[in-house]
C-alpha cells in the first residue's frame, strides 16, 4: 500500500469556519481570541461569596461601639472589600444588566447588614433621617472605586464623605 493510500481522510473542512468575520481553520494560520473573562472559575464564585459572607458578618463586630464609630468602622471595611472587588463588578456589569439577580443579591445583603447600624446611629441622632443605607454604600463604594488613590487618602475621602451624613444643627 502507498503512503498516499494509508493516509488518514482530510478532516479540514469540517475544521473551517468565520470568525468574526475572518475564515479560521486547521490550515490558517493563528488566530488570537482575547477579551474579558467575567467569572475566572466556581472557586472564584466561592470565595468572592465567602468574602461577602464576612463582609456582612463584620456588622457583628461593631456591636457595642458607639452607633457613630460602629457605623464608620464597618463602611471602613466596606471600602477595603469593595476596592478588592472593582475589577470584577466592572467586567460583570460589562455583561450583565445592573438588575440581574447576582447584584440583587450581594447588594441585598450587603444592605440587609448594615441597615441595623445606619438605624442605631439615626436613632442616637448621630446621622441625618433623610439618608438610607443604599445612599450610604453607594457613596463609600464610588470612593473604594477610584482607582489612584492610596489607601490612607481612601480613608481620609470616606471619613469626609462620612461628615455629610451628620445632623445638620
Do not use: N
Request: charged letters at 25%; proline letters at 5%.
Amino acid at each position: 500500500m502507498t503512503a498516499s493510500a494509508m493516509r488518514l481522510p482530510s478532516w479540514s473542512h469540517l475544521c473551517e469556519m468565520k470568525l468574526c468575520g475572518f475564515d479560521v481553520g486547521l490550515d490558517r494560520p493563528l488566530f488570537l481570541i482575547a477579551g474579558p473573562c467575567v467569572v475566572e472559575s466556581r472557586q472564584l464564585q466561592i470565595d468572592v461569596a465567602g468574602q461577602l459572607k464576612e463582609i456582612c458578618a463584620a456588622v457583628g463586630r461593631h456591636d457595642g461601639e458607639d452607633p457613630w464609630e460602629a457605623l464608620k468602622g464597618w463602611l471602613l471595611e466596606m471600602v477595603g472589600f469593595a476596592a478588592t472587588k472593582r475589577v470584577l463588578a466592572d467586567e460583570m456589569f460589562a455583561y450583565l444588566d445592573r438588575d440581574a439577580p447576582v447584584f440583587k443579591s450581594c447588594s441585598g445583603a450587603i444592605y440587609d447588614a448594615a441597615e441595623p447600624l445606619l438605624k442605631r446611629a439615626q436613632e442616637a441622632g448621630q446621622v441625618r433621617d433623610d439618608v438610607d443605607i443604599s445612599d450610604v454604600t453607594k457613596m463609600v463604594s464610588g470612593i473604594a472605586g477610584l482607582r489612584t488613590v492610596e489607601r490612607p487618602q481612601v480613608e481620609r475621602l470616606v471619613a469626609i464623605a462620612l461628615d455629610g451624613l451628620r445632623p445638620v444643627a
